[in-house]
């Protein structure tokens, strides 16, 4: 029985191999070879089309096929002097089989050829094209070679190409990988090839892979992975022996989306996730030295000037304890802020340091406590009457603890300018390297408390208490009061005028109920607090009606408008000057020129009084219309910039790094 | 039936880590495996002497190009008329396309009349994956001392065209020249291509 068995599954074996062998004239992969116009132009050129259906369940393959299989072949035919160019692939997928990677098309793909037709033939000439192609096709399991002969004939003539097989064309062309323009780099280190490509960080990118078209650099099969750093895409993966002196191939970016790489060797950054500690080091002893200077900017100084002479009234055990609840306070808050505004970046949101100020209805509770304060240290009223006193006394650590609190976040719109560098830092490190980059912000704005509390010498050295403090401190409240109506501007800024007359409105109810308190309190009243906490409650009831004003982006490019080729032509046919140009949100050098150069007050000025019409074309989803017009002024991509200065017909093709200068120069002449 | 029975035994990797590829200068990987009939091979015994491993899938269409025009037979003869030990590999897993039992495998050398030193299978692709076997045909040749002096495709035409072999350059018969002259080898590593080894999932 056994045998029986073992004969007929080694018949069934070999009988499966011839079965599985090409039958002739059926193939697993049907092309069509379609030319993008029938009669091409002598001199001219012509795209030719191999669309391509696979069967269901087999795959054809890229240019370079990965870990196994092989590169399609065409073989031509072609007139006297007919030449023709390269295969184009559009962007493939990956098929990971046992552990061998394939870089493939599972479903309908079309490559492309260009043909270049002489100059000098004549109208009418048939020119019959011949190719025969030589791939490969494979299931999961078989592999077959397969050969099509196809042939098309075309006829000399205008070169004229009929909309819908344009359009037809332009969906397929959606498929090819655009030029990124910026250069690549890549660097192998260790055994990791790493690959450092710009892309801009609002760019959408996901599922993003590497497909390397230079054979030997990286293993196939290996894991990739990606990051995102700012305006830099780092691709990881494991290298392969030896280092090529250049890298090609195609980034896809997800939903077909892909871009051509070049990489030449260069430095490329691991990733932030690896970074050393020498640089969180530095990164947090910049911070503990910009905390430090906050000390002495007018929204915090007020507060921390007399903390620091209540500290030193206090002596010994209670200084210490204070300075402790007090850093505290600041450190926490410091990290609670840090750790909220990590929070949001995960979430997506494009947030930086004193984001609590961008939103108006904080500007707006910061601007009544600031208020507060101010008054407070101008003696309209006293936070030490008898029974707050007693309670303030008991509770000295608490009264520090939230004093620290408060003076970390109103430290906050300080910090900008000085601590640029190190706060940059934290938005890049790991959560915990940035999280100890704020507490070390914290420490440095904490660090003279410390001292204080600390070193009684120091302590000592501090005036002695007396009425003078009682003149230092109306002088301090002037400070303050900069501080509110720097408070109060912000808060017009983003909230409008209607905004900023709530934030008065509500500010002065606010003095109103605390100097009615403040008499009380002079008076010796019982509940003299009463008209001032119902005034606090009123007040912040104004944060309801405080909305945010209309974004301001909408202005920012006003006067531009969608270039075409039909407004280009109008135009130009009024005889304006036309500055039109190419961008798209995959392109670096396209927003640093936006942002540096085109989007400036300065230019936009010169643009709108020379009556320059400003045409925008945005080629981020790769239009192929937008596509034919950037090739026709000879670039393979954007950024382009074209000057149609009055009466000239030619346009003007500017450089790819703008200046000012340049587009200012030419508005006004 | 015996012999079936031994052809069916699970192969033996020894001191092949698993999916780590081979480096060209480098002491190629011991390995042992269970030949066409049902005996153990192991890459050791061979010390000494010139070395060609050549992965086989007889259902893909780049090994029937080498064996149906003898190509392939013709190499095989060549080398072994110098000296050289020719191990064809089957890495191919069972249910596969052209996965073979020993005795299909003394068919199949049988029908193609080739003259390898020995068939050996290795179903679970234990040295396949040791030593990045990722096509077939996949060439690799060791020299006398156990370093592995080239690694790539049979030739330069990665064409599944029979019509290709002639104006070819067969790295396998030039390294082995090379070696056979003592010089080093000029082209020791290439792309292999044909179809991927069909390893267990």
Redesign the interface.
Known sequence: M??VS?VLM?LA??L??PA???TPGQRHIAIDLVAETDRPAAGGEVTLAFVSRPEAGWHGYWKNPG?????T?AHWTLPAGVTVGPIQYPVPHRLL????M?YVYEGPFTQFVTLKLPAGLAAGMRLPIGVKL?Y?V?TE?????ESATLATALTVGDGAIPPKRRAEFDGWRRALPKPLGSPASFAIDGGTFRLGVPFPAGAPAKDVYFFPLT??AIDYAAPQKVSREGDLLVVETKAK?GGPPAVEGVLATGEGQGFSVRATPGAVAAPQQAMAWGAALAAFAGAVLGGLILNVMPCVFPILSLKALSLARSGGEGARGEALAYTAGVVLMCVALGAILLALRAGGATVGWAFQLQDPRVIFVLLLLVTAIAFNLAGLFELSAPGMANRLAASGKGGAFATGALAAFVATPCAGPFMATALAAALVLPWWGALTVFAGLGLGLALPFLAIGFIPALRRRLPKPGPWMETLRRILAVPMFLTALALAWVLGQEAGVSGMTIGLAAAALLAAGLWWTGLRQAKGRALAWLPGTVAVVAALTGVAMITRAPAQAAAEVAGTEPFSETRLAQLRAEGRPVFAYFTADWCLTCKVNEKAVIETAAVRDALAKGKVAVLVGDWTDGDPALGRFIEAHNRAGVPLYLWYGRGGSQPEVLPQVLTQAMLIERAGG | MRLAFATLAVAMALAVPAGAEQTVGAQAGNFRLTDMNGRNVELSQFRGKTVVLEWNNPGCPFVQKHYNSGNMQKTQAAARADGVVWLTINSGAPGKQGYMTGAEAQAFVKKTKATPTDYLLDPKGVVGKGYGAKTTPHIYIIDGSGKLVYQGGIDDKPTSDVGDIAGARNHVLAALGELKAGKPVSVAETRPYGCSVKYAD
């Open positions: 056994r045998l073992f080694t074996a070999w499966a191999i599985i062998a090409q870990d196994a299989g092989v590169e072949e089989i046992a552990g061998l394939n030589d490969l494979c399991e078989i592999c077959v070679p054979d030997g022996a």
